[in-house]
Protein backbone atom coordinates (compact mmCIF):
# COMPACT_ATOMS: atom_id res chain seq x y z
CA UNK A 1 0.00 0.00 0.00
CA UNK A 2 1.35 3.89 -0.66
CA UNK A 3 1.70 5.81 2.05
CA UNK A 4 -0.70 7.94 0.70
CA UNK A 5 -3.25 7.24 -2.00
CA UNK A 6 -5.44 9.22 -3.89
CA UNK A 7 -7.89 9.24 -6.99
CA UNK A 8 -6.14 11.58 -9.37
CA UNK A 9 -9.60 12.25 -11.13
CA UNK A 10 -10.13 14.43 -12.55
CA UNK A 11 -13.84 15.46 -11.09
CA UNK A 12 -16.05 17.30 -13.28
CA UNK A 13 -18.55 19.00 -11.65
CA UNK A 14 -21.46 21.40 -12.37
CA UNK A 15 -21.28 24.83 -10.40
CA UNK A 16 -22.99 24.42 -7.04
CA UNK A 17 -22.57 20.91 -6.52
CA UNK A 18 -21.03 19.30 -3.55
CA UNK A 19 -17.90 16.99 -4.22
CA UNK A 20 -15.90 14.80 -1.67
CA UNK A 21 -12.19 13.22 -2.27
CA UNK A 22 -10.79 10.79 -0.05
CA UNK A 23 -6.76 9.75 0.95
CA UNK A 24 -5.95 7.06 2.18
CA UNK A 25 -2.81 6.57 4.22
CA UNK A 26 -0.80 3.68 5.32
CA UNK A 27 0.80 4.96 8.68
CA UNK A 28 -1.53 4.65 11.40
CA UNK A 29 0.74 7.03 13.21
CA UNK A 30 0.04 9.87 11.96
CA UNK A 31 -1.62 12.15 14.10
CA UNK A 32 -1.72 15.34 11.81
CA UNK A 33 -3.06 16.28 8.12
CA UNK A 34 -3.41 18.93 5.57
CA UNK A 35 -4.98 19.62 2.10
CA UNK A 36 -3.24 21.77 -0.05
CA UNK A 37 -4.69 23.74 -2.85
CA UNK A 38 -2.32 23.80 -6.46
CA UNK A 39 -3.72 25.65 -9.24
CA UNK A 40 -2.22 24.71 -12.87
CA UNK A 41 1.57 25.59 -12.50
CA UNK A 42 1.66 27.05 -9.49
CA UNK A 43 2.82 26.00 -6.52
CA UNK A 44 1.20 24.25 -3.37
CA UNK A 45 -0.93 26.50 -0.81
CA UNK A 46 -2.59 25.28 2.40
CA UNK A 47 -5.81 24.84 2.43
CA UNK A 48 -7.04 23.31 5.69
CA UNK A 49 -5.64 21.03 8.27
CA UNK A 50 -7.42 17.83 9.38
CA UNK A 51 -7.75 17.69 13.19
CA UNK A 52 -9.38 14.43 14.58
CA UNK A 53 -13.03 16.48 15.18
CA UNK A 54 -13.22 17.58 11.71
CA UNK A 55 -12.39 21.10 10.81
CA UNK A 56 -14.88 23.15 8.55
CA UNK A 57 -13.78 26.15 6.70
CA UNK A 58 -16.98 28.14 5.11
CA UNK A 59 -17.77 25.58 1.80
CA UNK A 60 -15.49 23.30 3.09
CA UNK A 61 -15.13 20.48 5.16
CA UNK A 62 -12.44 18.61 5.74
CA UNK A 63 -12.77 14.91 7.94
CA UNK A 64 -10.72 12.29 9.34
CA UNK A 65 -11.38 8.42 10.15
CA UNK A 66 -8.48 7.16 11.90
CA UNK A 67 -10.31 3.79 11.67
CA UNK A 68 -9.92 3.43 8.29
CA UNK A 69 -7.12 5.39 7.99
CA UNK A 70 -8.50 8.10 5.35
CA UNK A 71 -9.35 11.38 5.28
CA UNK A 72 -11.72 13.54 3.09
CA UNK A 73 -12.21 16.50 1.85
CA UNK A 74 -16.14 18.10 1.11
CA UNK A 75 -16.76 20.96 -0.97
CA UNK A 76 -20.18 22.05 -1.09
CA UNK A 77 -21.97 24.77 -3.41
CA UNK A 78 -18.37 24.49 -5.98
CA UNK A 79 -17.39 27.54 -7.78
CA UNK A 80 -15.39 27.66 -11.00
CA UNK A 81 -12.50 29.19 -8.72
CA UNK A 82 -12.22 25.91 -6.96
CA UNK A 83 -10.56 24.21 -9.65
CA UNK A 84 -7.42 22.92 -8.83
CA UNK A 85 -5.92 20.31 -7.75
CA UNK A 86 -6.26 19.25 -4.17
CA UNK A 87 -3.21 17.75 -2.33
CA UNK A 88 -3.37 15.12 0.58
CA UNK A 89 -0.63 16.08 3.05
CA UNK A 90 0.57 13.19 5.33
CA UNK A 91 3.43 13.62 7.87
CA UNK A 92 5.73 10.62 8.71
CA UNK A 93 9.36 10.23 10.29
CA UNK A 94 8.34 12.51 13.27
CA UNK A 95 6.31 15.17 11.83
CA UNK A 96 9.29 16.97 10.19
CA UNK A 97 8.74 15.80 6.97
CA UNK A 98 5.20 15.20 5.07
CA UNK A 99 4.34 12.74 1.77
CA UNK A 100 1.86 14.34 -0.41
CA UNK A 101 -0.54 13.00 -2.67
CA UNK A 102 -0.29 12.84 -6.14
CA UNK A 103 -3.38 15.09 -5.89
CA UNK A 104 -7.32 15.11 -7.03
CA UNK A 105 -7.92 17.26 -10.13
CA UNK A 106 -11.29 18.71 -9.57
CA UNK A 107 -12.60 20.98 -12.91
CA UNK A 108 -15.95 22.56 -11.91
CA UNK A 109 -17.87 23.55 -15.23
CA UNK A 110 -20.21 26.79 -15.87
CA UNK B 1 5.62 40.26 4.70
CA UNK B 2 7.73 38.28 2.34
CA UNK B 3 6.89 34.42 1.37
CA UNK B 4 9.47 32.12 -0.03
CA UNK B 5 11.17 33.08 -3.18
CA UNK B 6 13.33 31.07 -5.69
CA UNK B 7 15.12 31.68 -8.28
CA UNK B 8 15.77 31.61 -11.44
CA UNK B 9 11.98 30.87 -12.46
CA UNK B 10 12.93 28.82 -15.22
CA UNK B 11 15.97 27.31 -16.30
CA UNK B 12 17.00 25.38 -19.68
CA UNK B 13 20.28 23.85 -20.05
CA UNK B 14 22.08 20.93 -21.75
CA UNK B 15 22.24 17.58 -20.77
CA UNK B 16 25.62 17.38 -18.86
CA UNK B 17 25.73 20.93 -17.52
CA UNK B 18 25.50 21.67 -13.91
CA UNK B 19 22.69 23.89 -12.40
CA UNK B 20 22.18 25.66 -9.35
CA UNK B 21 18.29 26.71 -8.04
CA UNK B 22 18.51 28.76 -5.16
CA UNK B 23 15.72 28.98 -2.22
CA UNK B 24 15.45 32.36 -0.03
CA UNK B 25 13.24 31.23 2.83
CA UNK B 26 10.72 33.18 5.12
CA UNK B 27 12.69 34.88 7.87
CA UNK B 28 12.48 33.54 10.90
CA UNK B 29 11.76 29.86 9.42
CA UNK B 30 14.16 27.02 10.51
CA UNK B 31 13.26 24.63 8.59
CA UNK B 32 13.44 24.17 4.93
CA UNK B 33 12.67 21.87 2.10
CA UNK B 34 13.57 20.59 -1.13
CA UNK B 35 10.43 18.88 -3.32
CA UNK B 36 10.11 17.86 -6.93
CA UNK B 37 7.26 17.83 -9.06
CA UNK B 38 7.57 15.84 -12.82
CA UNK B 39 4.69 16.58 -14.88
CA UNK B 40 1.36 14.75 -13.59
CA UNK B 41 3.30 13.58 -10.82
CA UNK B 42 3.19 14.29 -7.36
CA UNK B 43 5.79 16.10 -5.03
CA UNK B 44 8.57 14.34 -4.54
CA UNK B 45 10.54 15.35 -1.55
CA UNK B 46 14.63 15.69 -1.69
CA UNK B 47 15.62 17.05 1.27
CA UNK B 48 15.23 18.96 4.44
CA UNK B 49 16.47 21.22 6.77
CA UNK B 50 16.22 21.75 10.66
CA UNK B 51 18.64 24.75 12.13
CA UNK B 52 22.03 23.82 12.48
CA UNK B 53 21.28 20.19 12.65
CA UNK B 54 22.38 17.71 9.82
CA UNK B 55 20.18 17.39 6.71
CA UNK B 56 17.94 14.70 5.90
CA UNK B 57 18.97 13.61 2.64
CA UNK B 58 17.18 10.57 2.32
CA UNK B 59 15.05 11.62 -0.91
CA UNK B 60 17.68 12.95 -3.07
CA UNK B 61 17.65 10.45 -6.15
CA UNK B 62 21.45 10.19 -6.77
CA UNK B 63 24.95 11.64 -5.95
CA UNK B 64 24.41 13.82 -8.55
CA UNK B 65 22.43 16.07 -6.50
CA UNK B 66 23.43 18.09 -3.77
CA UNK B 67 22.22 21.14 -1.58
CA UNK B 68 23.19 23.35 1.08
CA UNK B 69 22.09 26.25 3.13
CA UNK B 70 24.24 29.02 4.50
CA UNK B 71 23.78 30.84 7.74
CA UNK B 72 20.31 28.92 8.57
CA UNK B 73 18.67 31.01 5.46
CA UNK B 74 19.59 30.91 1.74
CA UNK B 75 19.90 27.25 0.12
CA UNK B 76 21.20 26.16 -3.00
CA UNK B 77 20.15 22.58 -4.77
CA UNK B 78 22.88 22.00 -6.95
CA UNK B 79 22.68 19.28 -9.79
CA UNK B 80 25.40 17.87 -11.69
CA UNK B 81 25.88 16.96 -15.05
CA UNK B 82 22.28 16.82 -15.55
CA UNK B 83 20.06 14.47 -17.74
CA UNK B 84 16.97 14.79 -19.13
CA UNK B 85 15.07 13.10 -16.47
CA UNK B 86 16.14 15.80 -14.20
CA UNK B 87 13.17 18.12 -15.87
CA UNK B 88 10.97 19.22 -13.28
CA UNK B 89 9.48 21.92 -11.01
CA UNK B 90 11.84 22.21 -8.12
CA UNK B 91 10.10 23.62 -5.45
CA UNK B 92 11.26 24.93 -1.64
CA UNK B 93 9.22 24.86 1.75
CA UNK B 94 10.02 26.70 4.53
CA UNK B 95 8.26 26.74 7.97
CA UNK B 96 8.72 27.65 11.60
CA UNK B 97 10.45 24.90 13.78
CA UNK B 98 7.42 23.28 15.67
CA UNK B 99 5.99 20.17 13.94
CA UNK B 100 2.39 21.09 13.10
CA UNK B 101 3.10 24.36 11.34
CA UNK B 102 2.29 25.19 7.55
CA UNK B 103 4.68 24.35 5.22
CA UNK B 104 5.31 27.70 2.94
CA UNK B 105 6.41 27.14 -1.31
CA UNK B 106 8.05 29.17 -3.04
CA UNK B 107 6.68 29.50 -6.63
CA UNK B 108 9.57 26.64 -7.65
CA UNK B 109 11.63 26.75 -10.58
CA UNK B 110 11.22 24.93 -13.73
CA UNK B 111 13.81 23.14 -14.90
CA UNK B 112 14.35 21.93 -18.65
CA UNK B 113 17.12 19.20 -19.46
CA UNK B 114 17.34 19.09 -23.15
Known amino acids: RKEVEQDPGPFNVPEGATVAFNCTYS??????FFWYRQDCRKEPKLLMSVYSSGNEDGRFTAQLNRASQYISLLIRDSKLSDSATYLC???????????FGIGTKLQVIP | GAGVSQSPSNKVTEKGKDVELRCDPISGHTALYWYRQSLGQGLEFLIY????????KSGLPSDRFSAERTGGSVSTLTIQRTQQEDSAVYLC????????????FGPGTRLTVL
Open chain 2, 49 to 56: FQGNSAPD
Open chain 2, 93 to 104: ASKRRTSADTQY
Open chain 1, 89 to 99: VVPFGGYQKVT
Open chain 1, 27 to 32: NSASQS
